[in-house]
């Protein structure tokens, strides 16, 4: 399947915790793309990662061709100091044969993306021109030079060159360049198969009766919208309470049918968290406590062929997890090349005092200062409980570990949500 060889590198309970980087690092170095492909067509490869590259079969332009409606010239008929007056020779419009080649010392009467007569090298614009006789003739402006507003023929793309990558996750531009150069479909990796759950005896579905001491499950569908824009095809396994054979027998039963099973909860240290437990008896863990805020409790692992993700139980810190962790994992088993989280620079806009040991992100909104700099802005209340923190956020802020924390004015590197947290 995707796994390499995940190497059992947690030591129990009391394993260190591991660095973010270290973490990304085991991903790479063990976690390889799933090898199934299938064909699809354009309509259906949007999101998909592509599995082989796209050899352009054609030129883009394939022919020389007019870049807005006018008159096509030859430059060398055109005066260098005077208006040009011409007879109007012919009409060539996109799409349509122009029968013959116009002797030179006329125009030809040319729309966008039309084929240049053949010798005619020049366009003149229909706003620069002043039409004469009803059309017969035209005067042109002087200065005319060879080339002007002609698009060449492999100006973009040249036959035999390739156009997209391996590895690629197809955006609508992606698909718009296999269209223009003949692909009607694509070879794509087929969609992973990933489980969901969540654990917990105090967590309902919404529109459930909600007994006292109990909550919604918010996390079971954060990363189902998570997971929704990614090449993914989804199982909810609902909500495991918190028995050790309930949570062994649900991922005994769901790993064989998936290529990913992903929990939220279960985890951790406490006397109810069975799920890391459970997975040590079926297969292994890899890490599962990270030097991170928030967090700590993110688990990578196996059950035989299968990966399992396990994220904190904290819904902030379910979202900021998946983010960082599980979604380029997801990427790569996928077989995207490109799978790192963006990450760019803005001014800080605020002060924050940070504690030591662990590379923290904190929630901010990104703003438009007074000098029209795009500014980055804290958000009251940072606990990872607060779901209210991700809602009102545009992106991550991430401070290192030996950071002391944030002043005005400072460069902070953030990491935007992806729109609506899919894709």
């Known amino acids: 399947m995707g796994v390499r060889r995940l190497i059992d590198d947690c030591c129990g309970a009391g394993a260190r915790l591991m660095p973010l980087p270290e973490a990304l690092a085991i991903i790479d170095r063990d976690l390889v793309p799933l090898t199934a492909v299938e064909t699809a067509p354009l309509w259906a490869a949007l999101g998909r990662v592509l599995a082989d590259d796209v050899t352009a079969a054609v030129s883009l332009p394939p022919l020389p061709n007019s870049a807005m409606d006018g008159y096509a010239v030859r430059a060398a008929d055109m005066a260098a100091d005077a208006e040009t007056t011409l007879p109007v020779v012919a009409r060539q419009a996109a799409g349509q044969p122009l029968e013959g080649t116009p002797a030179p010392g006329g125009a030809v009467r040319i729309f966008t993306g039309a084929?240049?007569?053949?010798?005619?090298?020049?366009?003149?614009?229909?706003?620069?021109?002043?039409?004469?006789?009803?059309?017969?003739?035209?005067?042109?402006?002087?200065?005319?030079?060879?080339?002007?507003?002609?698009?060449?023929?492999?100006?973009?793309?040249?036959?035999?060159?390739?156009?997209?990558?391996?590895?690629?996750?197809?955006?609508?531009?992606?698909?718009?360049?296999?269209?223009?150069?003949?692909?009607?479909?694509?070879?794509?990796?087929?969609?992973?198969?990933?489980?969901?759950?969540?654990?917990?005896?105090?967590?309902?579905?919404?529109?459930?009766?909600?007994?006292?001491?109990?909550?919604?499950?918010?996390n079971r569908q954060a990363l189902k919208g998570m997971l929704a824009g990614l090449p993914v095809a989804v199982t909810d396994l609902g909500i495991l309470p918190d028995d050790p054979e309930a949570v062994r027998g649900a991922l005994s039963r769901a790993a064989p049918e998936h290529d990913v099973v992903v929990t939220s909860g279960g985890v951790s240290v406490g006397e109810e968290d069975h799920v890391r437990g459970a997975v040590e008896a079926l297969g292994a863990i890899t890490f599962w406590r990270l030097r991170l805020k928030p967090g700590k409790p993110a688990a990578l692992g196996r059950i035989g062929e299968t990966v399992f993700l396990g994220l904190p139980g904290n819904p902030v810190a379910t979202i900021v997890t998946f983010l960082l962790i599980a979604r380029p994992i997801i990427l790569r088993l996928a077989g995207a090349t490109d799978i790192a989280p963006r990450r760019f620079q803005v001014p800080a806009d605020f002060r924050f005092e940070k504690k030591g040991g662990r590379r923290e992100f904190i929630r901010v909104q990104l703003a438009t200062a007074e000098d029209g700099r795009t500014v980055a802005r804290t958000l009251t209340g940072q606990g990872s409980h607060l779901i209210s923190s991700v809602v009102n956020a545009h992106a991550l802020a991430e401070l290192e570990e030996d950071c002391p924390g944030v002043e005005p004015g400072d460069m902070l590197t953030v990491i935007p949500f992806p729109d609506t947290m899919a894709g």
């Open 115 to 218: 084929p240049m007569p053949e010798g005619f090298d020049a366009v003149v614009m229909q706003e620069e021109a002043e039409v004469l006789d009803d059309g017969a003739r035209v005067r042109l402006p002087a200065g005319v030079k060879t080339g002007v507003n002609v698009r060449h023929a492999g100006e973009d793309v040249r036959e035999g060159t390739v156009v997209l990558k391996r590895g690629t996750r197809l955006r609508a531009q992606d698909v718009a360049m296999a269209a223009a150069v003949g692909r009607a479909e694509l070879p794509v990796g087929a969609p992973l198969r990933v489980a969901v759950f969540s654990t917990g005896d105090e967590l309902r579905d919404p529109g459930e009766p909600l007994p006292h001491g109990c909550i919604y499950d918010a």
